[in-house]
């Protein structure tokens, strides 16, 4: 089975730090790993942060500069890194991996998992 678990979530005050953390669990491989958030009324997660099996970031707009995605000390772990807290920062935030199982290679088969998310409040 694949298991995905956030973890660092928390209220904080605007302009605060945060570090959030995913830790995968499971025989498979990552090919992409990912942020997305999901903000209280709306019906969208939106992804913020993405990082390949390259090194290779990507960022929404609205959280470029301000957010740092990274992997972990271990395999199957990264972070998402958030400077300068706002109060729109609200919201549940997801980690999400492209994954694929030994034996079977990109072309085969890639699949998507989702943990259950870690609720982020930032007050002003």
């Known amino acids: 089975q694949v298991r995905l678990v956030e973890s660092g979530g928390g209220m904080a005050q605007a302009g605060e730090s945060l570090t959030l953390s995913c830790t995968g669990s499971g025989i498979f491989n990552i090919n992409i790993m990912r942020w997305y958030r999901q903000a209280p009324g709306n019906r969208r997660r939106d992804l913020v942060a993405s990082i390949n099996k390259s090194g290779t970031a990507n960022y929404a707009d609205s959280v470029k500069g301000r957010f740092t995605i990274y992997r972990g000390n271990t395999e199957k772990t990264w972070s998402l890194k958030i400077d300068s807290l706002k109060p729109e920062d609200t919201a549940r935030y997801y980690c999400?991996?492209?994954?694929?199982?030994?034996?079977?290679?990109?072309?085969?088969?890639?699949?998507?998992?989702w943990g259950k998310g870690t609720q982020v409040t930032v007050s002003s």
């Open positions: 999400n991996a492209e994954i694929t199982f030994p034996g079977n290679n990109y072309y085969e088969g890639a699949y998507e998992y």
